[in-house]
């Protein structure tokens, strides 16, 4: 199906649409409600960049947080590569622009509009992209047929079909292909996803393996992380306990480790334990479970006063809970073992590149289908363990606590592992940065 029918189709839907979601917007504004960011940007009016003449414009777009933040350490090559091009940004959510205007260097930052034809050509007009870049899986019809007729250079990268939507894209493939043809460079994040994009009909021509970009900004991250002094504090580890480190945690999961805990204590008298949850909402119930158990804790929040060195490197505390936002990388050099949350109920884990990034052993339950690329690779170069249910985590812990040179041996592992992918997306990064010189 050629790209302009899908078009005609969609615009019939969005011209039925359109007076409803305008009649929303403006009500929810005159109410003082949000209205999904920035209305003038979401119609289109997006900043202008005061370009200098023939200066290029490279236009981003990374939908929310994870997408952002992936995208910094490229952002700098390019930057560094060819200082004149100037970097426009947009993104779809609160958390994205909030991420965006904290950690990247671009020239302008923008909510991307809404799917209309005149909302999207007046953006394009705007921003005057000479290359527009798609991060992941942001396949907007109106979006690509302008780029299309503007006749912008357009890339796609860390591009992924994950096993679980490849019947999906397989059977909508006359939908999705058109609309993946747009791009002229598909950067794709695996051999696999490479040959799942062929597998629709993508041209192999166009594919390139680049890897998990996600793997070269987290190893870049920690680097720079070691290299800030007042971080000295987070890479001072006591050599005296054992410390368990279970980040991202959902309600029921703290319940799991902590019953562990309690167990492996007995065994093991220097054994600590710090809970980080990954949402604040339940932090009421978390800290009510915590107290249940009779250990010596701490809870380290926004309101914290007491000394940071004193809840992380204190001997006598058995438990730390933090709610802090972005705590969680810093805590990886504290850790022995890292338990990845969303792993014990059904949400499919969330990040396993920051702790094999400090070299740390992740052990993880069944539901890890979020990162479910990066779980087997870890896996396969034994470098992180997956477990079944909480009495096969109570004995796999168990049985590396009695053997520390093998929770070292695994961590190291987990950081060769993304070194040699970090190496790989580096020199992809190169190749692509190249093409907007």
């Not at 970009?213 to 870049?220: A, D, G, R, T």
Request: charged content about 25%; overall charge positive.
């Amino acid at each position: 199906m050629p790209i302009f029918v899908i078009f005609i189709f969609y615009q019939i839907f969005q011209i039925i649409a359109l007076p409803f979601l305008l009649f929303y917007l403006l009500l929810r504004k005159i109410k003082g409600k949000v209205v999904f960011g920035s209305f003038w940007q979401r119609v289109g009016l997006v900043p202008s960049i005061g370009l200098k003449k023939d200066q290029k414009v490279v236009w981003f777009h990374a939908v929310s947080v994870g997408e952002i933040l992936s995208i910094q350490n490229l952002i700098k090559k390019i930057k560094n590569s060819n200082s004149s091009l100037a970097i426009y940004v947009t993104c779809g959510t609160d958390s994205g622009m909030a991420m965006a205007k904290k950690y990247l260097d671009a020239d302008c930052i923008s909510y991307l509009p809404f799917d209309f034809i005149g909302f999207i050509w007046l953006a394009f007009s705007r921003i005057k992209p000479d290359f527009f870049i798609v991060v992941e899986a942001e396949y907007w019809p109106s979006l690509l047929l302008v780029a299309k007729m503007k006749k912008v250079k357009n890339f796609l990268i860390n591009a992924r079909i994950s096993p679980k939507s490849e019947k999906k894209y397989y059977d909508l493939r006359q939908f999705f292909l058109p609309l993946i043809n747009v791009f002229d460079f598909v950067y794709t994040q695996s051999d696999a996803d490479k040959q799942r994009f062929e597998k629709i009909g993508v041209n192999p021509n166009k594919l390139t393996v680049l890897g998990d970009i996600k793997s070269y900004n987290v190893f870049e991250k920690q680097r720079d992380f070691l290299l800030d002094t007042k971080n000295q504090i987070f890479s001072l580890k006591s050599q005296d306990k054992i410390v368990l480190l279970a980040g991202s945690i959902h309600p029921s999961e703290d319940l799991i480790y902590l019953e562990m805990f309690k167990k492996l204590k007995e065994q093991f008298a220097n054994l600590q334990l710090i809970l980080v949850p990954r949402h604040l909402i339940w932090q009421e119930k978390l800290i009510a479970n915590v107290k249940m158990q009779n250990l010596k804790f701490k809870v380290w929040n926004e309101q914290t006063v007491f000394d940071e060195n004193e809840i992380l490197h204190s001997k006598d505390l058995d438990l730390i809970v933090v709610f802090r936002l972005g705590m969680l990388f810093k805590l990886y050099p504290l850790c022995d073992i890292f338990f990845l949350g969303g792993t014990f109920v059904p949400v499919g884990g969330h990040n396993l590149l920051e702790s094999a990034a400090w070299g740390k052993l992740s052990i993880f339950g069944p539901n890890f289908q979020n990162c479910a690329e990066t779980a087997k690779k870890l896996l396969s170069a034994n470098a992180a363990f997956d477990v079944c249910d909480e009495k096969d985590l109570f004995v796999k812990v168990q049985n590396l606590l009695n053997d520390s040179a093998q929770i070292k041996t695994c961590g190291d592992k987990a950081k060769n592992w993304l070194a040699d992918e970090a190496a790989r997306v580096e020199c992809g990064i190169k190749s692509l940065v190249e093409k907007f010189v």
